[in-house]
């Protein structure tokens, strides 16, 4: 069997491992895949993973007992990570098996999954029970007491009564959360009867706990619809992910009803969801969506609330998020507002209107700046392999650069930030654009030799100043266009410290084709995503963890905020090879001190300060994570960060730094969207800032 699984990697053929330099997380979906309690088809699957990982991951680890706990913290994690389901008697029974999950992987025996998911239904069960006799009376918003935020700071309850008390401060959290909203909704005045000690309070607390009983069965339905096929799935995907955060097993039918229900959550507002406990979160936007537009909503935003129009909005915190995308999505034209927390813990209501996703949008796109500076911004890698008459954005960059140039330009500002990827071979295409042949990055193979993707033709459609921005989402392909201007000399990188930091590359392995017919039964037993190549930059360095160093490094609000691969459990590490034989060009006498000159200015612009300040506020916000339970103390608590907030908030404040015009035509229809873009421009820092770069180089 183990022979079977390498006949999907011996191609060589590169369009078969793009999909897997999309930057792209190791999100748990729901598992609709094997017959209700087929042991020897889960069986089955679990020898194909273990074999898998062993054969043909790039990296694999030896499967022993340091595997094993990882693989059950790793599970306990998604089992019940924040600590409300499980006693510290649950664990230290499952902790008996830490050691021995290496053993039933590799045999494929299935008693321990038994064990431990017959214990968390009946962990979920008695919760509810908790949650609603709980919620049945008049929660505790007097006594002095804080909610501790942070699970790993906590233990998991010891006994009934500890949990009990656990979940009695937990709902008085979320209902005191309620209650402030509707107090201080109006923020011009405090609507009265929301506070402790009106005549009306108790009615409207009772109404805020039967809000949450509503919000909370919702949840709880949607756990106990998962049924055993779903705790498979987790379970088996707590072994992956104890290799790499991107392995991944996906089960029959997933591939189809996952780009449905991808469809599904993109459709409206363009903006994919996903559950992370209790919320429903912004896992990703479509660039050139509808809330890609309006510009306010970002990844990680909690939705709290969603209102049609100008209705009464709609609470949704504990909502499975598929409820939760019905009541997001609609008719082309319709507005839906969404109450959003944001990573500061501020709130926001955005309104977006719906709209089918504008491919236009995520094209490249260009604008003469003052100066004679040219500006173009590309979204996203874009390419179709099957259809040469669709777009490719190796050629638009072309065209665009092309256009600049006949249009005077005498320096490029090149923009990837938020960038996550694509096509490699576009990416190669775009590094072409700017070095005269050469390699762009190499990539290595288990067991295979290294190779290099190189640019073959010759000459550059620019060879002038360039500044390419970044930020920590510019990932995976656009990663290496940055990392081979950078090793080349082509280009000055301004941005965050360093890009997200993935450098793997993914595959698909086809399992009913790896089983064989002796396994016809079984099948269809699904497919598994898997790690299996690293690519590296043509310095012999890798952006895998480091990402791509800006030389010029511009402040970021969430800079110390954990993000990136770094971020993620189990990792690749970051590592090096031989360099690869390239000609970099021959370094402009100007540039160390053109660089050095824009980092003094960056460090001394009072906006670039204040986003500093803005970072170390949220720095020491996060180790802020006791939450005060007493009203008073938590109303205080709450208009404090709301007040911090505002002092960072300057973006109406912001005017035109520049000017900014169109060079390749548009459509009338899009003269809004172009006209707000434009604004965008004219009023970003930081292409003011590589602006005056361009110049110093020059």
Sequence with gaps: MLALLRIPFMKRNLKYTIPALLLVAGAAFGFRYVQQGDPEKESLVMRLVAEALQGVHYQPREINDAFSEDAFTAYLEMLDGEKRFFYQS???RLAKHRFKLDDYFQSGDLAFFEESSALWNR???????????????PLDYSSVRTLEMDAEKRRFPKDSAAMDAFWADYLTSRVLDRLYDRAYEKKDSVNADFLPGHPDFAANEAEARAKE????????????????TDDFGFYVNAFASAFDPHSQYFPPQQQEAFEIEMTGQLEG????????????????IVTGSACWRQGELEVGDKLLKVGQGDAQPEDVVGMRVNKVVTKVRGKKGTEVRLTVRKKDGSERVI???????EMEATFARSALLS????????PKFYVDFFDESNRD???????ELRALKAAGARGIIFDLRGNGGGSLPAAVGIAGHFIDQGPVVQVKTQGQRVRSYDDPKPGVEWDGPLVVLVDESTASASEIVAAALQDYGRAVIVGTKQTFGKGTVQNMLDFDRAAGPFYAKQ???????????KYYRVNGGTTQLDGVRSDVVIPDAYQYVPYGERELDFALASDRIAPAVFQAVAPSPKRSASIAAAQARVNANPEFVRVNEYSDFLRDQQALTGLPLKWEHFVADRRSDEEAVKRFDRDSERSDTTSAVLITPSKLEKAEEDRRWLRAVRRDPTIVESMRLLADLR
């Design 90 to 92: 649950d664990y230290d």
């Design 123 to 137: 962990r979920r069960d008695e919760a509810r029970r908790r949650y609603t006799r709980l919620l049945a009376k």
């Design 213 to 228: 009983r509503e919000i909370h069965d919702e949840w709880f339905d949607g756990l106990e619809s998962m049924d055993r």
């Design 269 to 284: 507002i363009g903006a994919q969801l996903q559950q992370d406990g209790e919320y429903v979160t912004i896992a990703s």
């Design 351 to 357: 309104p977006i209107v719906r709209d089918i996703v």
């Design 371 to 378: 100066d004679g500076i040219g500006y173009i911004r590309l």
């Design 393 to 399: 954005c190796s050629e638009d960059v072309r065209n």
């Design 523 to 533: 099948q269809p037993l699904g497919a598994f995503k898997l790690t299996i190549q």
